[in-house]
């Protein structure tokens, strides 16, 4: 290879030395420099491995402009942090596995990547093996027949060693991480081959694991993963005990036995598994003259050279897929690393202090009564089940320009409220966000239950008001007035800044405000109600009432009351999950499907083409432009889905545009 990678190492650890005697036998690359956290150390491993330079801090192997590629080799708890300072310096990124601590971090960190184009890969050095393609082959193939069950272990017996990084919580120690990933990549690349697909991703997750009583990390951990074809995984890890480290997949026609699947031929040479079928065993060699992680570099070298963007043989998918039901396995195991826990995580993912691009594209809107303009897209908080997911989704948002937060009492139990309010505690932000809080849902729609829920929401969220609060419900047998009342009792006392109705009826909202001005009091200064292009045919949830009609339209329009949408995109009608039909999401299928609207989907679907954007940004801006105050809630759990939303913003839509849309008229603007 004329052109040899040039590598440089990141940290000086045992790992990053069998790589870098990897990278010297490799075909395609060439070693160029360490960096390590002590120029001592790094002169050493510099002189041990024949690396050219050495380099006293991660930050300046970062800047050597003779290093294209790096390997990452630090604890796991570093991983994210420098995946992302490596993407920022243009350095193409091999990372140790795990690729982070939780999928909210290998989310953030793939977006890094992906954000300055260079390449990730986690580095399972298995999956680049032959022994690995040809279980691959044998699956696919049918030699097993059907697939029923897949049995993986790797465990070992380290000895305690509180100090150790196997064994401390602070480096996130325990089997699960260190080498139970190992199983469970396997376990769901196996899966993958029966169903034809590069990998699956489990439906459901459940074990268990012994944690050690001094450190809390799992010393033995099991747990079982079925699959949407059928397919049954059981692994099982542990760093306390020695486990026979194979695998075993069971078909309906035979059985396959890999004894050595995670670390094959190190050095090169032959490997072997036994296919078990008709009564016979069969032994299958695999060789190779390469090293194990010689074949891991030259994998990640030939997905650059051609221009890729993923190492085929782990793609970033697989990647985010794998963290996803390790994050399962922990939480079913009920391990939890200290310092992910909510009052310990103080820190952005990237571990820099957190700062609004200055070219974000946020618009914004004033709302009456509040001190400062409000997001067009306001972050719905109900779907985050961690502080560090939380936090990836916040400090994204908020990076992005967004400044407002939706929650409700209601939502996981009080969790979501607890982890807005911890990290906006954590950042330090409470003056420079909006907080849109809900409550007195039903059945708990009383004056009494609403003023209880609302203090209850401003502890879990740990401040002393709510700038916007919503009902989340009405309740028809309770005089309006009531309402107002103990609503105003709150606006006084400074608990709320604004307040108004969600899934209201404006009969009910107008005479809200009759009475309020009648006894000199604020009134329902906002609406929360669903609005969009797609009709509503069925409530999503019980008493939810929409807004979209002609009638409300008139009325928003003349009384100027700002609308905060929800399900503003109706809830995916506009993506391709409604295009299955019957067969598509039983939500989407059952809310949304309707003549008129296929219409509307269509219509939404030819503008996007001419605007060069997606049919959802066109559902979106439709909403923002609006003759009256709009905002839109958004959902996200990925920050792909938060890229999405924002990029509505980008689009403009004329008066005509938007008739046309909404089947008002039936010429198409030109």
């Known amino acids: 290879m004329a052109d040899k990678?040039?590598?440089?190492?990141?940290?000086?650890?045992?790992?990053?030395?069998?790589?870098?005697?990897?990278?010297?036998?490799?075909?395609?690359?060439?070693?160029?420099?360490?960096?390590?956290?002590?120029?001592?150390?790094?002169?050493?491993?510099?002189?041990?491995?024949?690396?050219?330079?050495?380099?006293?801090?991660?930050?300046?192997?970062?800047?050597?402009?003779?290093?294209?590629?790096?390997?990452?080799?630090?604890?796991?708890?570093?991983?994210?942090?420098?995946?992302?300072?490596?993407?920022?310096?243009?350095?193409?990124?091999?990372?140790?596995?795990?690729?982070?601590?939780?999928?909210?971090?290998?989310?953030?960190?793939?977006?890094?990547?992906?954000?300055?184009?260079v390449l990730l890969m986690e580095a399972f050095m298995y999956r680049c093996h032959p022994q690995t393609a040809k279980i691959v082959e044998l699956?696919?193939?049918?030699?097993?027949?059907?697939?029923?069950?897949?049995?993986?272990?790797?465990?070992?017996?380290?000895?305690?060693?509180?100090?150790?990084?196997?064994?401390?919580?602070?480096?996130?120690?325990?089997?699960?991480?260190?080498?139970?990933?190992?199983?469970?990549?396997?376990?769901?690349?196996?899966?993958?081959?029966?169903?034809?697909?590069?990998?699956?991703?489990?439906?459901?997750?459940?074990?268990?694991?012994?944690?050690?009583?001094?450190?809390?990390?799992?010393?033995?951990?099991?747990?079982?993963?079925?699959?949407?074809?059928?397919?049954?995984?059981?692994?099982?890890?542990?760093?306390?005990?020695?486990q026979d480290n194979s695998v075993r997949i069971y078909g309906s026609e035979g059985w396959l036995h890999v004894p050595s699947p995670w670390i094959p031929t190190p050095e090169g040479g032959t490997t072997t598994m036994t296919l078990h079928k008709g009564g016979a065993a069969t032994d299958i060699s695999i060789e190779t003259p390469q090293r194990l992680y010689s074949l891991e570099a030259d994998a990640f070298a030939a997905a650059l050279a051609g221009n890729l963007k993923d190492v085929p043989q782990i793609p970033v998918a697989d990647t985010l897929g794998n963290m996803t039901a390790l994050d399962a396995w922990r939480e079913a195991a009920g391990l939890t690393y200290e310092a992910e826990k909510p009052a310990a995580?103080?820190?952005?993912?990237?571990?820099?202090?957190?700062?609004?691009?200055?070219?974000?594209?946020?618009?914004?809107?004033?709302?009456?009564?509040?001190?400062?303009?409000?997001?067009?897209?306001?972050?719905?908080?109900?779907?985050?089940?961690?502080?560090?997911?939380?936090?990836?989704?916040?400090?994204?948002?908020?990076?992005?320009?967004?400044?407002?937060?939706?929650?409700?009492?209601?939502?996981?139990?009080?969790?979501?409220?607890?982890?807005?309010?911890q990290w906006i505690r954590n950042r330090g932000v409470r003056s420079q966000v909006v907080v849109i809080a809900k409550g007195a849902h039903t059945p708990f729609c009383t004056p009494e239950w609403?003023?209880?829920?609302?203090?209850?929401?401003?502890?879990?969220?740990?401040?002393?008001?709510?700038?916007v609060y919503f009902m989340h419900r009405d309740n028809r047998e309770v005089p309006v007035g009531e309402f107002v009342d103990v609503l105003n009792e709150h606006v006084q006392a400074g608990r709320i800044k604004v307040f108004g109705g969600s899934n209201w009826s404006l009969e009910r909202m107008a005479a809200a405000n009759r009475y309020a001005r009648r006894k000199g009091l604020r009134g329902f200064e906002a609406l929360s109600n669903n609005f969009s292009l797609a009709r509503m045919i069925d409530a999503p949830w019980t008493d939810c009432l929409s807004a979209s009609d002609p009638d409300s339209r008139r009325w928003l329009k003349r009384t100027q009351i700002p609308v905060f949408a929800w399900s503003s995109q109706a809830g995916g009608f506009f993506t391709d999950r409604a295009a299955a039909g019957p067969k598509s999401d039983p939500w989407i299928v059952r809310c949304w499907y309707s003549e008129d609207n296929w219409e509307r989907r269509k219509r939404a679907i030819a503008l996007a083409e001419t605007k060069g954007v997606l049919p959802t940004n066109i559902a979106a801006a439709y909403v923002l432009h609006q003759p009256f105050p709009t905002f839109a809630l958004i959902g996200p759990r990925v920050l792909s889905e938060t890229v999405g939303s924002i990029d509505a913003l980008k689009v403009e839509l004329t008066p005509k545009e938007v008739r046309w849309l909404n089947l008002e008229t039936e010429r198409r603007p030109s």
């Open 5 to 117: 990678l040039s590598w440089g190492i990141l940290s000086t650890g045992r790992i990053a030395g069998i790589f870098a005697a990897g990278v010297a036998r490799s075909e395609s690359g060439q070693l160029a420099a360490v960096g390590s956290r002590t120029e001592e150390s790094a002169r050493k491993f510099a002189a041990e491995f024949g690396v050219p330079r050495a380099h006293g801090s991660y930050e300046a192997l970062l800047a050597d402009p003779g290093v294209q590629a790096v390997y990452i080799a630090t604890p796991h708890p570093q991983h994210a942090e420098w995946i992302i300072r490596a993407a920022e310096a243009g350095k193409h990124v091999l990372c140790e596995k795990p690729l982070t601590l939780n999928y909210a971090e290998a989310m953030v960190a793939a977006a890094a990547c992906r954000k300055h184009g």
């Open 345 to 421: 995580f103080l820190h952005t993912i990237s571990r820099r202090p957190l700062a609004r691009d200055a070219d974000a594209p946020m618009k914004f809107a004033p709302v009456a009564n509040l001190p400062f303009p409000v997001a067009r897209l306001i972050l719905g908080m109900d779907n985050q089940r961690t502080m560090p997911h939380a936090a990836a989704m916040c400090d994204d948002y908020i990076e992005r320009g967004g400044n407002a937060f939706d929650t409700a009492w209601v939502y996981g139990s009080g969790l979501q409220e607890k982890l807005l309010g």
């Open 450 to 467: 609403l003023t209880r829920q609302l203090m209850e929401s401003l502890d879990r969220l740990q401040t002393d008001y709510a700038d």
């Open 139 to 242: 699956v696919s193939s049918g030699a097993l027949g059907r697939v029923g069950l897949v049995q993986a272990t790797f465990g070992f017996n380290a000895g305690f060693n509180a100090g150790s990084r196997l064994w401390s919580n602070e480096l996130a120690g325990g089997g699960i991480l260190d080498v139970g990933c190992y199983a469970v990549s396997m376990a769901r690349l196996v899966a993958g081959a029966a169903a034809g697909k590069p990998f699956l991703d489990p439906v459901s997750v459940s074990g268990g694991a012994r944690l050690n009583p001094q450190t809390g990390v799992d010393e033995l951990a099991a747990a079982t993963l079925t699959f949407s074809n059928g397919i049954v995984a059981q692994v099982a890890t542990s760093i306390a005990l020695g």
